[in-house]
């Protein structure tokens, strides 16, 4: 099992910034790809930057030149810088980490709990 811990949200005004944390741990052989995805309320949850082990990076075109994701591979934890927030970035941004257990296995995706980003003046 893989226990995934997301650090970082908060409240803050149009134009300022925030930094998201997410933490994988538990029976970890290597992660493929980690991710950012939010929900805001009453739409569906969507990608908003991913990551893989090597370094590529996606993002959704409302977040690009605004929002840089990056990972530590040693501390299985990616990061989520989000600069020159909107009102529409507003949602609940959750972490996910696509991990093997082995070299035998397939990745598995895993979730966190989810942390609320609120931008509001």
């Known amino acids: 099992q893989v226990h995934v811990v997301e650090s970082g949200g908060g409240l803050v005004q149009p134009g300022g910034s925030l930094r998201l944390s997410c933490a994988a741990s538990?029976?970890?052989?290597?992660?493929?790809?980690m991710g950012w995805y939010r929900q805001a309320p009453g739409k569906q949850r969507e990608l908003v930057a991913q990551i893989t082990s090597s370094g590529t990076t996606n993002y959704a075109d409302s977040v690009k030149g605004r929002f840089t994701i990056s990972r530590d591979n040693a501390k299985n934890t990616v990061y989520l810088q989000m600069n020159s927030l909107k009102p529409e970035d507003t949602a609940v941004y959750y972490c996910?980490?696509?991990?093997?257990?082995?070299?035998?296995?397939?990745?598995?995706?895993?979730w966190g709990q989810g942390t609320q980003v609120t931008v509001s003046s």
């Open positions: 538990g029976s970890i052989f290597s992660i493929t790809v």
């Open positions: 996910s980490t696509d991990s093997r257990s082995s070299l035998a296995t397939l990745p598995t995706r895993y």
